[in-house]
């Protein structure tokens, strides 16, 4: 498989990524391990985490998915490895931070607690990305990257990311790290999939003219372009537990991905797809990692047949004619999720 430089920082990541969200509520312990090994095996050694995680995030399951992470790590040679994770921030309504105020913003005492709590659960004395989940605009940006600085002199920490983060808002960091002398954002992970393409306007002129590197997440779009809702919404599947039993944010998150439009996407890509000689998972995680301005595709997986045909992706390039009929496809359907705010995502 092969790496890409993570914006300016020292690391190299390979071309596609494995996401944890499954472990510890789709994935038991062992089925995990099996998930990692099988990504290991196909040349995955970028690993993305979250405090909060598993999703759907319940205060009781807070960080099982880092020490599912951690305890797998236990028996690899730890610089073979690069691990991300990150800190939660302040509650927007669908998950609220376990003893931590929900009112509390990303400041320095969040970010250090948090980040030592990772350590912890992830069994490591350093993480090589550590990221913001959402941002929290009401602080001052020099106040949460001088946090994050700290880690980075403290040798906690390798580089600095953020997540789910608009264009003015990646730009206010950048400016302030440039002006305070501060650690800067070396990525920014955001969803970018066939049925969500706004990151082609202007965050991809960010991350280009900045050298920020893009790690889309949700490259399938939440599974939707696998096919699996063609015929409604299927059980065991993630939206559908949100419509069943989720909270209203997590419904409207469901409809978002699941909708009449971007399911006649899906039937179009599948076409496509078909007649390129792929399914549409490969399909969809080879578009995504093509692009120049993306580091790597962050997939994810609730048992290991499940990576099979987005590690075929590895060593596909998509041909000039089915990017325009790609391209083609989003012009005559442009943006079929709608528009909800990123820090909703």
Known sequence: MNRRRLGKSGLTVSEICLGTMTFGSQCDRRRSFAVLDRALEGGIDFFDCAEMYPAPPRTEHFGISEEILGSWMQDKPRESL?????VTGPAHGWFS???RHERTALDRHQILR????????????YLDLYQLHWPDHGMRPEDTLSALTQLIDEGKVRAVGTSNETCWGLMKYLWAAEVHDLA???????????????????LAQVCRQENVSLLPYSPLGGGTLTGKYDQGHPPGA?????????????????????NERTLETTRRCEKI??????????????????????A????????????????????????DETLNRLDALEAASPNPMPEDGLRQL
């Open 184 to 202: 800067r954002f070396d990525s920014v992970q955001n969803h970018f999939s066939l049925i969500n393409r706004r990151c082609e306007n202007e």
């Open 273 to 294: 797809a078909h007649e390129a000689g792929l399914s549409v998972t490969t399909l969809a995680v080879a578009w995504s990692k093509q692009h120049d301005y993306v």
């Open 238 to 258: 993630r939206f559908t537990y949100y419509l069943e039993h989720g909270q209203e944010r997590q419904k409207a998150m469901a409809r978002r991905f699941v």
């Open 82 to 86: 690069t691990i991300a994770t990150k």
């Open 296 to 319: 790597s595709t962050i997939i994810g997986a609730s048992h290991p047949d499940q990576l099979d045909d987005c590690l075929k992706a590895a060593a596909i390039r998509l041909d």
């Open 114 to 125: 948090a980040a030592e709590g990772s350590l912890k659960r992830l069994r490591t004395d």
């Open 97 to 99: 931070p376990p003893v």
